[in-house]
């Protein structure tokens, strides 16, 4: 089950990849919520348009966002590697709004009227 969990997060980091376009990453906010030497991959979304989106997930449901990051940080704590979704966002009013997940059974996400503008690896 592990395997393939694995194996469907790999494919789909190969996929976001291939569909981000060339944008820089939005940075992350400091102080890092992850130690330095995490494994960290990074997703970007912003608004289309001047619509209202929508964003669920990470206990941040039906919010409209102007923008949104979401970064996958796995970082052991002691011999447990501990798989981290992190997610720091901007309301249509400018308001900043966060959230986590270290369930990875539990993580999902929706967006409506965003697309993906950049994703990879930050340069922390």
């Known amino acids: 089950m592990r395997a393939r969990?694995?194996?469907?997060?790999?494919?789909?980091?190969?996929?976001?990849?291939a569909f981000a376009q060339?944008?820089?990453?939005?940075?992350?906010?400091?102080?890092l919520p992850f130690p330095q030497?995490?494994?960290?991959?990074?997703?970007d979304y912003e608004c289309i348009g001047q619509k209202g989106c929508g964003f669920s997930g990470f206990g941040l449901e039906r919010l409209t966002l102007r923008s949104a990051s979401i970064v996958l940080a796995r970082f052991k704590v002691g011999e447990i590697e501990m798989p981290t979704y992190f997610i720091w966002g901007t309301l249509i009013d400018g308001s900043p709004v966060a959230g986590m997940d270290q369930n990875e059974f539990s993580f999902r996400f929706n967006t409506v009227n965003m697309r993906?503008?950049?994703a990879?690896?930050?340069g922390l």
């Open 22 to 31: 060339t944008k820089q990453l939005a940075s992350i906010p400091t102080p």
């Open 5 to 17: 969990l694995f194996a469907f997060l790999a494919a789909f980091l190969t996929v976001a990849d």
């Open 116 to 118: 993906l503008i950049a």
């Open 120 to 122: 990879g690896p930050p």
């Open 37 to 43: 030497g995490a494994s960290v991959f990074q997703w």
